[in-house]
């Protein structure tokens, strides 16, 4: 862990900042290009959330396991004989080796530097010529597990044993995207888009909070739903940003045979954005993965009703590809490039009072759970 803010530090990050939507200024540009300030991102924003790991389909079954890092620990993910979920800090009690690579099934956990091996549950049952060792159980031995959650059909870890647990934080969350969702729990995981962008991961869910600058950036996509029809409602760690899908054709992709009308997207703090897009049935996890103060590596899984896109969802797919993911990209980077220079502090956020999505309230709601965190970390 890093060291931690000082009060005084704190206090210069938050300078400008008001809890009033309409009266406010953003985070401050050192949070997105200072190191110190990407390190206190990782270590109390990143370990001590509930972060996303993949769809539960990956882990019905008895001994199917996945492995992913969150914020530079590996940690695995396993469904035991009993079916109860778990998750462990991928690291063998030994020598700290990694137990698990990548995804499959097993029928127990055994590590690949000297053969210890343990039950799916954690517990250590065999360890090679251990026989002789003084004061040595197997017994006594245990994978350091970590808090899991399954969540409208997706697998979430969190590396703070204190935390409270995703549906005590989120609220009516889960009833809403179950609403929008129904099946969410029966897709299928269909196709992935992965993005490696020169931004801070802070920059990348400014610019998705917020539809101020699609009439600009975005034609395409307004032309894809009724931009006077979107609406952005914040909750405690989450918001809704809801619009109807366009009555005429639209430059994006083709949605005249579209079963689900309605653009709905949930932003769960503090990186994780849920979207059902018009079209056929299907849910979309954009994860946005810090990687660095000027480095965040993106993924776009798509989980439909078939494991092969039909023609329209392919057109979406290279829609969201080549055309608005290339806008967001292009705006984030160069958003970044200013905020490096001296000519940018902070800007004044614009919020209206009906929260459409041309306001920045998302955004502002965004900064204060950031600035939470960091006056949390400054004690």
């Known amino acids: 862990m890093t060291e931690q803010p000082s009060k005084a530090q704190f206090e210069a990050i938050s300078d400008g900042y008001s809890s009033d939507p309409h009266n406010t200024s953003s985070l401050r540009s050192d949070a997105y290009v200072k190191a110190e300030w990407f390190k206190v991102d990782r270590d109390e924003i990143i370990a001590r959330t509930w972060q996303w790991v993949c769809h539960v389909e990956k882990l019905r079954e008895p001994g199917q396991y996945t492995t992913i890092d969150i914020a530079g620990c590996p940690i695995a993910v396993v469904r035991d004989r009993e079916g109860v979920l778990r998750a462990f800090y991928n690291v063998c009690k030994h020598r700290a080796h990694h137990l698990f690579e990548g995804e499959g099934q097993t029928s127990r956990i055994m590590c690949p530097y000297h053969a210890w091996v343990y039950k799916l549950d954690g517990q250590l049952v065999r360890a090679p010529h251990t026989e002789h060792l003084e004061d040595f159980k197997t ?6 597990q970590v808090q899991v959650a399954e969540f ?16 005590e934080l989120t609220g009516s969350l889960e009833t809403e995207i179950r609403h929008w969702a129904p099946d969410v729990e029966k897709l299928t995981f269909g196709h992935r888009l992965t993005y490696d962008i020169k931004s801070n991961w802070k920059n990348v869910v400014d610019n998705f909070l917020e539809c101020y600058h699609c009439p600009t950036a975005h034609k395409d996509f307004c032309s894809l739903i009724e931009m006077d029809t979107y609406k952005v409602t914040t909750h405690g760690i989450w918001s809704s940003h809801m619009a109807e899908a366009g009555n005429n054709a639209n430059s994006a992709y083709d949605v005249s045979n579209a079963t689900v009308k309605t653009h709905a997207v949930w932003w769960l703090w503090p990186n994780t954005c849920i979207m059902r897009y018009p079209g056929r049935s299907s849910v979309i996890i954009l994860n946005i993965v810090p990687i660095s103060p000027d480095r965040t590596f993106e993924t776009y899984d798509f989980f439909l009703e078939t494991p092969e896109p039909n023609e329209a969802e392919l057109e979406a797919i290279r829609y969201l590809d080549e055309v608005l993911q290339r806008e967001d990209i292009d705006i984030v980077e160069s958003v970044q490039k200013g905020m490096s220079t ?8 614009v919020s209206d009072p009906d929260g459409s999505g041309l306001s920045e309230h998302a955004v502002h709601h965004f900064h204060g759970l950031v600035l939470d965190a960091y006056a949390k970390a400054a004690g």
Do not use: H, K, W
Not at 152 to 167: E, I, K, M, W
């Open 139 to 144: 017994e006594d031995i245990c994978l350091d």
């Open 152 to 167: 409208c059909g997706f697998v979430y870890v969190n590396l703070d044993p204190t935390a409270p647990s995703l549906t």
């Open 342 to 349: 001296p000519a940018f502090d902070q800007g004044r956020i």
